[in-house]
């Protein structure tokens, strides 16, 4: 069987993958929803299979649609890369890059390693610090972006992090009245949210220990010294989630927002900052097919 897969119907069944929805892949690729539509009949035409299956008012895949957008993402990954290596290959400068340490120890290694790959001639340096130091950083025209958690003015929502309270499984410092927390800075939202949370429904607490580092509170975490609020992006098997079941409030969802110093409107940082946010959209994807 002789089978081609054309790059722009991939690109557009990914984005109805997504979004679940014809109109507003459209609204992405900018073209008409029965464009979608077409596009769609096309690629199962191809394949001689039904990739889709409605569900109210929206789409979901069938088995095969979701076989089919496994190899999808594997072949758009690899085609936007070697764009990206041969549209550009003579672009150099230097990128200036803050976000928190949960970010920078699990998430970048990966994207710089492809970044690098692509623009090997663009040097990224990596500042770790707590989002208000970065913010400062940036407009003082230190960082020519920075990622940060919570609520920000301006900047692009990159990703959603659903946050959750974990304690050690043999530990019993979730059931230690007053509640010992392992938390971030002063000023983190995660912080802030678990605090406020506590006090809604008269919960006592002290703060048992602090840290920069999300490898330190998960260590605070596993030994039982303290229970901790963390992002799901984070969260190891070895961790116990507590919710209210176990007499603990729901806690937000944070926004995790990419920004741009607006000095900083050279092309290097606007391809690094282009795809971090492909590598976010990437990542979502990715954490939807765990679901």
Known sequence: MNIELPIDLLQTFSFVAETGSFTRAGETRHITQSAVSMQMKRLENIVGISLFRKQGRSFGLTPAGETMLEHAQRILSAHNDAVAAFSSPDLFGRVRFGCAEDYSSL?????????CKAFPRIRVDIHSAPGIELHNA?????????LLEGSWEGGKVVHREPLVWVTSPMGTAH??????????HD???????AME?????DRRFWIAFVSPSISSILAAVKTGLAVAPIGTST???????????SGFPLLPVSDISLHQSPEADSEPVTCFADYVVESFRRLDRLQREKT
């Open 107 to 115: 998430f970048l290694p990966a994207v710089l390693s492809g970044f």
């Open 138 to 146: 940036m407009v003082k025209g230190k960082l020519d972006l920075c």
């Open 175 to 184: 059931e230690q009245d007053p509640l010992p927390l392992a938390v971030y």
């Open 187 to 193: 000023g983190c939202p995660y912080r802030k949210w």
């Open 197 to 201: 949370g506590l006090r809604k429904i």
């Open 235 to 245: 969260l190891e098997n070895s961790l116990r989630l507590l919710g209210p079941e």
